[in-house]
């Protein structure tokens, strides 16, 4: 790899990093505006008031956004996606369940799109 090439690529990823921080923005801000609250989903809307408190402290939705976005940030950079509500399951477990049939469909329509484009090329020649 040449001297400009590592340059470009570099400057890139250097690039990519404010636009990341603010993606992370922007997705921590719409699951926030989301309508509905996350505890009702968890424990239901006739869950006791104590046991409710309790998952808010434990999940962190007591503490200013702020400490909620920063918290959540320190979490995704490590890998931490935090739990599910609909299964209750770590969200990266899912997503690893979920990988497999992802990269089944993406590689049969690339390669469905491959050959139709390389006909149809070939056929207007």
Do not use: C, K
């Not at 009702?40 to 006791?48: H, R």
């Not at 599910?84 to 690893?96: P, Q, Y």
């Amino acid at each position: 790899m040449t001297a400009g090439v590592a340059t470009y690529l570099g400057g890139r990823l250097l690039g990519a990093i404010p636009m990341l921080f603010l993606m992370s923005l922007v997705v921590f801000a719409i699951v926030y505006l989301i309508p509905g609250d996350p505890i009702d989903a968890m424990l239901g809307q006739d869950a006791e008031q104590s046991a409710r408190e309790a998952l808010r402290r434990e999940l962190g939705l007591d503490q200013p956004l702020w400490r909620q976005y920063v918290g959540w940030l320190g979490r995704v950079a490590q890998g931490d996606l935090g739990r599910s509500i609909a299964t209750r399951r770590a969200v990266i477990l899912d997503v690893r369940d979920a990988l497999a049939n992802s990269l089944v469909l993406a590689l049969s329509s690339s390669l469905l799109a491959f050959a139709g484009g390389v006909g149809l090329g070939l056929r207007h020649q």
